[in-house]
């Protein structure tokens, strides 16, 4: 499984962006999917996480009502609005897909992208 994350950016604070996460087979496949991100001298944080169905998504409190995960099943496509954002959003963000291999749950990662956030 191969995952291609792209549409990180510049953007100044209040403002959007949404940041894709490509997937090499179809989601519905997948345990789930998850976004994450990395500040610099930071550990990897998980910000969201949806269902292959994507009727089952949660949050962190530290984005919750500002992003929205989505996903584009034709595309085999996940992504991250997000909303509002904050200096302290900036970071590289980064998708990744689980799937169940036996009794094992096995974990695939995108490249990440940046984004940063200007006040």
């Known amino acids: 499984v191969q995952l291609q994350a792209s549409g990180g950016g510049l953007v100044q604070a209040g403002g959007s962006l949404r940041v894709s996460c490509a997937v090499s087979?179809?989601?519905?496949?997948?345990?789930?999917m998850g976004w994450f991100r990395q500040a610099p001298g930071k550990e990897r944080d998980v910000i969201a996480t949806?269902?292959?169905?994507?009727?089952?998504?949660d949050y962190a409190d530290s984005v919750k009502g500002r992003f929205t995960v989505s996903r584009d099943n034709a595309k085999n496509t996940v992504y991250l609005q997000m909303n509002s954002l904050k200096p302290e959003d900036s970071a590289v963000y980064y998708c990744?897909?689980?799937?169940?291999?036996?009794?094992?749950?096995?974990?695939?990662w995108g490249q990440g992208t940046q984004v940063t956030v200007s006040s």
């Open positions: 990744r897909a689980r799937s169940i291999s036996g009794t094992q749950l096995l974990a695939y």
């Open positions: 087979q179809s989601i519905f496949t997948m345990y789930d």
């Open positions: 949806m269902s292959p169905s994507g009727r089952s998504t």
